[in-house]
């Protein structure tokens, strides 16, 4: 099956050769990096590789469009909507697949519950990551920042301690996401 030319997506929504674009391309190769060698140690999974290098390149597609002066977004939506707001843009050129990677890997995952009881501007419904590319593609992510660690990868116990901030099942599902990839 032909592949999407995630690179041509990247350059259409961010046309310019600046700070941004920068951001974005390191993150997303190092993520996409990550997600492929935790894929490629598990071929018991039967995990789709393609399909995990397009997502992971494509999974902060929408961070044009928040407010995130720190990493060059000049955009009026709350960084917290960028899974969202990216799933909506790829939805519109007809990639579901991809979306749900992108509104599912905030975090490690947003329940309609916890939307609810927040005023962050979501669709009130789960954003959860639900097959093993999703759960892998943000467990990935939670390795590289945009900001402090954006060519280093965080060690476990930093995305433990960053995940602790959220909330015990945040550190409870990174643990279990560690014994299945890593």
């Known amino acids: 099956m032909a592949g999407i030319n995630y690179r041509e997506i990247i350059d259409f929504y961010y046309p310019l050769d600046n700070e941004l674009k920068k951001i974005y391309n390191i993150h997303a190769e190092k993520v996409t990096e990550l997600a492929l060698e935790m894929a490629r140690k598990h071929p018991e999974l039967e995990l789709d590789l393609q399909f995990i290098e397009e997502a992971a390149m494509l999974h902060d597609l929408g961070i044009f469009l928040t407010d995130a002066p720190r990493i060059y977004c000049c955009g009026t939506e709350p960084y917290l909507c960028h899974g969202y707001l990216g799933a909506e843009l790829l939805r519109s050129r007809g990639y579901e ?6 509104e599912r890997h905030t975090g490690t995952g947003l329940t309609k519950e916890v939307i609810a009881s927040n005023d962050w501007g979501l669709p009130v419904k789960d954003f959860v990551p639900e097959t093993l590319e999703e759960q892998l593609i943000c467990f990935a992510d939670k390795f590289y920042s945009k900001t ?14 960053s995940m602790s901030r959220i909330s015990p099942e945040a550190v409870e599902k990174v643990r279990c996401w560690a014994k299945m990839f890593m």
């Open 97 to 102: 697949r991809h979306a749900r990677v992108c």
């Open 148 to 161: 402090k660690y954006l060519e280093t990868a965080r060690t476990f116990e930093q995305v433990v301690e």
